[in-house]
């Protein structure tokens, strides 16, 4: 009887291996304002992908524009009086150089000059203090990426470093964090250690949920070393390169390695 046959091959086979995972933002901020105020002006929405610098709500500077106001009048007052001082000391210098006056005023009116200069260099400080006031009435994006819909309405009274007037999530790249066993982190991890030119989790591949595979690679850039006490599983982020949006979070896909290897596998 005629029979079909197959040599069967001992050799090294790489074996792949899936992982559900979850996509996720690699950077994910509340933006807060630094001064406190209400928004009256909102030039973005819930939802929107900004550019970092661009700016996201105008909250109300009337106090600060007021406080801006009384620090150039106190500057320039205070500029005013060191010029009169300076004046006074330049005029005491000429007496006392024709021994009209003793070098004791000569004296008295340079340390009354140089305290007039401090009192000028502590109201450019707050000057500049209350600019900055001024300026952080805008509040620009951080960085580049998608608004979350937590966005506040127009009227809220934000309070400074506390109201979260929208989320900001970076878009590129993102997170896919996935889990694996104890027995199976230490096995690849081994095998990267006797392997030449790549370590564990360089070429991972994605498959979406619609059966399509994504098509940039990604690889391992953060292993939670401090287990999951519940599941006793390693949680493992990697890191995929998402330019053209198509990633989001929240998003479930499948990691998939082929970094196992089976050791003189009999391959059929």
């Known amino acids: ?6 040599k069967v091959v001992a050799a090294d086979t790489p074996v792949k291996a899936e992982y559900s995972g979850t996509v996720t933002a690699t950077d994910k901020v509340p933006v807060r304002p630094k001064i406190s105020g209400r928004v009256v002006e909102k030039y973005v929405q819930g939802g929107q992908e900004v550019t970092e610098g661009q700016p996201l709500f105008r909250l109300d500077s009337r ?3 007021a406080a801006l106001a009384q620090a150039k009048a106190t500057q320039a007052q205070s500029e ?3 010029a009169n001082q300076q004046l006074n000391l330049r005029r005491y210098q000429t007496l006392a150089s024709q021994d009209a006056i003793p070098q004791q005023t000569v004296t008295d009116q ?4 140089q305290q007039q200069q401090a009192v000028v260099a502590a109201n450019a400080a707050q000057v500049d203090a209350a600019q900055d006031n001024v300026d952080d009435t805008i509040v620009y994006a951080p960085f580049s990426g998608k608004l979350n819909v937590d966005d506040v309405p127009v009227g809220t009274f934000a309070t400074a ?9 970076s878009t590129n790249p993102v997170y896919v964090e996935f889990s694996i066993s104890e027995s199976e982190y230490l096995q690849m991890t081994k095998q990267a250690a006797d392997s ?41 982020k990697a890191v995929f390169d998402n330019p053209d949006n198509l990633l989001i979070p929240g998003l479930y896909a499948t990691v998939i390695s082929d970094t196992q290897i089976q050791r003189n596998a009999l391959s059929v």
């Open 63 to 65: 106090t600060y524009d």
């Open 1 to 6: 009887v005629a029979v079909n046959t197959y």
């Open 110 to 113: 340079e340390a009354a000059t």
């Open 196 to 236: 030449t030119g790549s370590s564990w989790g360089d070429h991972l591949l994605l498959r979406l949920s619609d059966g399509s595979t994504y098509p940039y690679e990604g690889h391992v850039t953060q292993v939670n070393h401090g287990m999951d006490g519940n599941s006793g599983s390693i949680v493992v």
């Open 80 to 82: 005013a009086n060191l």
């Open 161 to 169: 470093g506390s109201t979260a007037l929208v989320t900001i999530s």
